[in-house]
């Protein structure tokens, strides 16, 4: 157990749907990650978020957002959703001060339909 | 920005045997390099990183070797035991400095250890 809560574990909804994955970070740290993981494009980087702030962008889709919240869990929101967001999506933390290891979450795995 | 290519996408071994990994990196200033190890269903956890002040960082079975000059970077496991297979990701960042940090994942080496 990495410490790292995420719910759902499974979300099953429809093509134009919204939904609201949440992450619980480490008891101290103050940086979450999301990460994208599907078969064909391995693990893709999403955002990061440190104390609140957004620090780090990757390839994320317009239609998706995020945020972290003064208690330091974050969501991470996906709307207009089509077929190919069906993946699985991690959240990961750490102390956010330096490249130090990413303690991952369980992972919420959405189907879109 | 950052691009990572990892080889071999898949690597069946026999059980004791070593098996090695490949991973290179496009920016040039990329100066951390984790390895993340994901069995199946369960969550990616790091195994062994290493930062470009290093060539080689080796924990028990585990090593890891960086070529800065030709930007590759390789992890190689010796006397594999079943319990090693997995998907197996290499990574890399350019960290600077402050609390803005990402990595750049290759796309995973599914390693089987045949017993």
């Known amino acids: 157990d990495s410490g790292v809560t995420q719910t759902p574990k499974h979300l099953i909804t429809a093509t134009g749907q919204r939904v609201t994955l949440r992450c619980s970070p480490r008891?101290?740290?103050?940086?979450v990650y999301w990460y994208q993981q599907s078969l064909d494009q391995g693990l893709q980087f999403l955002i990061q978020?440190?104390?609140?702030?957004?620090?780090a962008k990757g390839n994320i889709l317009e239609r998706f957002s995020a945020q972290q919240f003064p208690d330091l869990h974050s969501e991470l929101n996906l709307s207009s959703l089509e077929l190919g967001d069906s993946a699985l999506y991690f959240c990961?933390?750490?102390?956010?001060?330096?490249?130090?290891?990413?303690?991952f979450g369980p992972g919420t795995r959405l189907t879109v339909t | 920005g950052e691009n990572v290519e990892q080889h071999p996408s898949t690597l069946s071994v026999q059980e004791g045997d070593s098996a090695v990994i490949k991973c290179t990196y496009s920016?040039?200033?990329?100066?951390?390099f984790p390895w993340y190890k994901q069995e199946l269903g369960k969550r990616p956890q790091l195994i062994i990183d290493?930062?470009?002040?290093?060539g080689e960082k080796k924990d028990q079975r585990i090593a890891v070797t960086l070529n800065k000059t030709a930007k590759h970077f390789s992890l190689h496991i010796t006397e594999t035991q079943p319990e090693d297979s997995a998907v197996y990701f290499c990574?890399?960042?350019?960290?600077?400095?402050?609390?803005?940090?990402?990595?750049?994942f290759g796309k995973g080496t599914l390693l089987t250890v045949n017993p």
């Open positions: 990574a890399a960042s350019r960290y600077s400095g402050g609390s803005n940090y990402k990595l750049t």
């Open positions: 920016d040039s200033a990329s100066n951390y």
């Open positions: 990961a933390s750490n102390p956010g001060t330096g490249p130090y290891e990413q303690y």
């Open positions: 008891s101290g740290d103050l940086s």
């Open positions: 978020y440190y104390n609140g702030e957004e620090r």
């Open positions: 290493i930062r470009s002040n290093v």
